[in-house]
């Protein structure tokens, strides 16, 4: 009899499974795939090594700007690929063991729920007290006339390419479908990204959406925005934007439009656990309608992000050993790892404006900040949104270089409810991209010290 049963590998399984051995519980790990799930096998990890070698490579191409000489640039895209598999092993392997050292049994095999207290896996038939399914997700092809013409991929597929497609077209301007055009697009594909919505990362703020847009078309990427695909032919895919008919020459069609998550894999209707399509319902304690089965990351439908899934694998591990806390979703980050990095937590403007708060705005561009002077990027900016009546930050919005690694310390603001005055004593390192921080926080009541 196992106390937790948790049943997928990825970063919500995975550390689930770990926090629970550590929190004394007889601890089960059931994986059907790879150990790491998409984060690490096919999705966070790989696609930021192939973003980390082609920003080496833009780098490269432009280092005469910094008075350097170079010749003969190029790369070698089936070794780049084989660092990239290379350092996907490493990790996974580390799961294995970190698993191993903390006592959780792991089991390979597909799981199934046969009763609120049963999971079976591998012909064998297990009891527990609770389980965990972090099931994930996977890439959906949406139904557009000649989706399954061979030139199309998914992310999936995208990643393990070992040649560079002379052309893509990719379908959906989401964080995703970014990446992917920022990276192939350096390694000399010709991409051209096509997007519904009036903005790519829509889901950003309007200003992160412009200045990215603005930025990723100098690097010679094509933006199709209020795009809709009408069909995929082999060769190329057919698109209209209001009256006008747009034809866009493909060797490969990726399409990046979105995620369904993997709760069919499991017998959910038969067990009566709530779900709409796979997506598996959960209250704020992350506990399915049934009260000893709870449901974190992809599978749960509500962020689709590893670092989501692995704080919900945390809290509902929390909530099975100790008093039950409520997820708490007010300060969530969302990267983008192109060059720069494009990086967001809290309200964007529009949502402030939504739910009608009462709030200011304030903004400094990169220029005027000496380490991106140096570093070359002088182009990005940061902006905040706060609380008019007492300074309370509600959203911090970067477009710079280091823009993930500058986003943590925001984050840790927002979640600790910190007000820009608050964050005008913080001492910032110079120089440092990061200044820019203090400098929007001193901006807040209309005194920038730079500009
Ligand atoms: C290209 C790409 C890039 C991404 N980049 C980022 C990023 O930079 N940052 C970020 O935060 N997120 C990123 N994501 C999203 C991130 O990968 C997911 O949010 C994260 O992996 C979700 O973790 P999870 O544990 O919920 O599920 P998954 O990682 O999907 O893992 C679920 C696991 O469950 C297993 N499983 C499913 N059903 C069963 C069963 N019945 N029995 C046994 N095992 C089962 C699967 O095999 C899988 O290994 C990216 C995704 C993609 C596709």
Do not use: W
């Not at 590998?9 to 059931?30: E, H, R």
């Not at 795009?227 to 493909?250: F, H, M, W, Y």
């Not at 008019?388 to 477009?399: E, F």
Request: proline share 4%.
């Amino acid at each position: 009899m196992f106390d937790v049963i948790v049943i997928g590998g990825g970063p919500g399984g995975y550390v689930a499974a770990i926090k629970a051995a550590q929190s004394g519980l007889k601890t089960a790990l059931m994986e059907k795939s790879e150990l790491g799930g998409v984060c690490l096998n096919r999705g966070c990890i790989p696609t930021k090594s192939l973003l980390h070698a082609a920003g080496a490579l833009r780098n490269m191409k432009e280092a005469s700007a910094m008075g350097l000489q170079a010749s003969d640039i190029g790369f070698d895209y089936a070794k780049i690929v084989a660092i990239k598999d290379s350092q996907v092993k490493t990790l996974t392997n580390g799961i294995q063991y970190l698993l191993n050292k903390n006592g959780v049994t792991v089991f390979s095999g597909q799981a199934d729920i046969v009763s609120t207290n049963t999971v079976t896996v591998a012909g064998q038939k297990l009891d527990t007290r609770y389980i965990i399914i972090a099931a994930g997700s996977s890439p959906v092809k949406p139904p557009i006339p000649g989706i399954n013409h061979t030139s199309v991929i998914t992310s999936d597929e995208a990643l393990a390419l070992t040649r560079v497609p002379a052309s893509m077209a990719i379908i959906g301007g989401g964080v995703i479908g970014i990446e992917m055009a920022f990276a192939f697009q350096s390694f000399g594909c010709s991409v051209a990204m096509i997007e519904m919505e009036p903005q790519i990362a829509p889901l950003m703020d309007a200003d992160i959406s412009k200045g990215l847009s603005v930025l990723l078309k100098k690097q010679g990427i094509q933006i199709y925005t209020g795009t809709k695909v009408q069909e995929i032919r082999q060769d190329s895919v057919l698109c209209s934007k209001g009256s006008e008919n747009i034809r866009i020459p493909a060797q490969k069609v990726l399409v990046a439009t979105g995620r369904t998550a993997n709760g069919q894999s499991l017998s959910l209707d038969k067990l009566g656990i709530a779900h709409q399509k796979g997506i598996i319902g959960t209250d704020v304690y992350l506990r399915t309608n049934i009260p000893n089965i709870f449901a974190i990351g992809d599978v749960n439908g509500k962020y689709m992000l590893a670092h989501v899934a692995s704080a919900e694998g945390i809290r509902a591990v929390g909530n099975i050993t100790g008093k039950a806390r409520p997820m708490d979703y007010s300060a969530i980050p969302q990267c983008i790892y192109t060059e720069p990095e494009a990086a967001c937590v809290g309200l964007t403007e529009a949502e402030a404006l939504n739910q009608r708060l009462d709030f200011k705005v304030s903004h400094v561009q990169a220029a005027a900040n000496g380490k991106s002077l140096i570093d070359g990027c002088t182009k990005g900016f940061v902006k905040i949104i706060a609380e008019k009546k007492n300074g309370r930050l509600l959203g911090v919005h970067i477009l710079a270089p280091h823009a993930s690694e500058m986003l943590a310390q925001c984050t840790a603001a927002i979640r600790f409810r910190a007000t820009a005055k608050e964050l005008e004593e913080v001492i910032f390192p110079h120089p440092s991209v990061s200044e820019l921080i203090a400098e929007v926080v001193h901006g807040i009541d209309g005194k920038p010290l730079h500009a």
